[in-house]
Structure formats: C-alpha cells, structure tokens
Antibody, heavy 119, light 108 residues
Framework: EVQLVQSGAEVKKPGESLKISCKGSGYSFTSYWIGWVRQMPGKGLEWMGIIYPGDSDTRYSPSFQGQVTISADKSISTAYLQWSSLKASDTAMYYC????????????WGQGTLVTVSS | SYVLTQPPSVSVAPGKTARITCGGNNIGSKSVHWYQQKPGQAPVLVIYYDSDRPSGIPERFSGSNSGNTATLTISRVEAGDEADYYCQVWDSSSDHGVFGGGTKLTVL
C-alpha cells in the first residue's frame, strides 16, 4: 500500500527555522516525484515545488523560489520542506504529494502538516 | 505565470447536474486534473488527463477540456459530493504545477 506519512504539527515563533518531513512507503521512492502544496487557512491549494528523489532534481514555483528549500534523502525514503526564517504568513497546512512525472496528476497525498507561526 | 480561473461557488439541488468550470489561456492544449477536498481532509483525485476517472470514483464524475475552458461535471449530485473542487495543470513554460482557485460545491 502506497503511503506518504508526514511529520506532526509544529508551533514556531517568527524568525525560527523549521524542517518538516514526508516519508514514502509501499513504492519505489526514487521513481516518483514528490511535490509540496501549501494551503493557507480558509484558502486554496498552492503548488510550491517538486523534487525527484532519484537524482534530487528540484523545481520551485516562482512564488516560493528562495523562500523554502525542498530536499530528499533517498536512503530513508523521505522528502523535506524547510524554512530558514519563518514568518507569520507561513502559517498553513502543508501537504506532500506523489506524482509519476509532469504533467501527471497527484495520485497520493500525505495527511498534511499544520505549521503555526506566532509570537 | 499560467492562471486558472474557477467560479468561487456552485450550488445544485440533489439529483441534478453540477458543472464546474476552469478557465485558462488555450487550456485545451494542456492536461487538466481535478481534485475534491472535503473539510479537514487531503485532496483526492477525481478526474485526470481531462476525462479519465481513477478507480473508485463514481461514473457520475466526468470531465472535458476544449479551447479556453475545462469542465468537471457531476451528474445526479449527492449530499456527499459537497466539497471544494480544484483544477490543476502543469505550466510547461516555467515547469511547475498550477491550481485553480477552487470552487465550493454546495448541495442545496
């Protein structure tokens, strides 16, 4: 069974750093792309970027380039999304998502990680 | 960057047909995917590559794509179809995914 299991909810202060994770299982982790999607409270889905764990090829959506870092450790089948200095506006639910390639659809989603940034 | 436009809301009576549109410049030349998201849950794929249906998705869900508009059609709408629906494409010019703003389907 394919599963994407994300790390738990986080509460952080502005300026702090954060790295959240997404562990894949039940499939060949290096053969599929992993994407990250943001959903701010009460708002729609926003595509942040994708990574191919097989060779760490990473693509960022323009709005998120330079704001976050996407990485992966294929030895433990885990992808990451990290911030070096959080802002209150980073408060959102973050989903990881699996896709075979562009322009394929997302066929599996993680359960989401809620990040709250508040002083 | 490529922009997808969806109506914020669509309302339909049970048993009727709901149509949710997704507008974009020459979207007919792209592959469109549709996701359903219920409150507190992750999205679920309901239509991919314009009109294909994943296993487990009822035949009541169908899709089309031509010109500047893609459409998700839900026939014989049920109360359980009430959710937010998002269209999605790949913007090949900048090599990233794009979602529409989402449409809230209300079953009256």
């Amino acid at each position: 069974e394919v599963q994407l299991v994300q790390s738990g909810a986080e509460v952080k202060k502005p300026g702090e750093s954060l790295k959240i994770s997404c562990k894949g299982s039940g499939y060949s982790f290096t053969s599929y792309w992993i994407g990250w999607v943001r959903q701010m409270p009460g708002k729609g889905l926003e595509w942040m970027g994708i990574i191919y764990p097989g060779d760490s090829d990473t693509r960022y959506s323009p709005s998120f380039q330079g704001q976050v870092t996407i990485s992966a450790d294929k030895s433990i089948s885990t992808a990451y999304l990290q911030w070096s200095s959080l802002k209150a506006s980073d408060t959102a639910m973050y989903y990881c998502a699996r896709l075979e390639r562009q322009p394929a659809p997302v066929d599996y989603w993680g359960q989401g990680t809620l990040v709250t940034v508040s002083s | 960057s490529y922009v997808l436009t969806q109506p914020p809301s669509v309302s339909v009576a049970p048993g009727k047909t709901a149509r949710i549109t997704c507008g974009g410049n020459n979207i007919g030349s792209k592959s469109v995917h549709w996701y359903q998201q219920k409150p507190g849950q992750a999205p679920v794929l309901v239509i991919y590559y314009d009109s294909d249906r994943p296993s487990g998705i009822p035949e009541r869900f169908s899709g089309s794509n031509s010109g500047n508009t893609a459409t998700l059609t839900i026939s014989r709408v049920e109360a359980g179809d009430e959710a937010d629906y998002y269209c999605q494409v790949w913007d090949s010019s900048s090599d990233h995914g794009v979602f529409g703003g989402g449409t809230k389907l209300t079953v009256l």
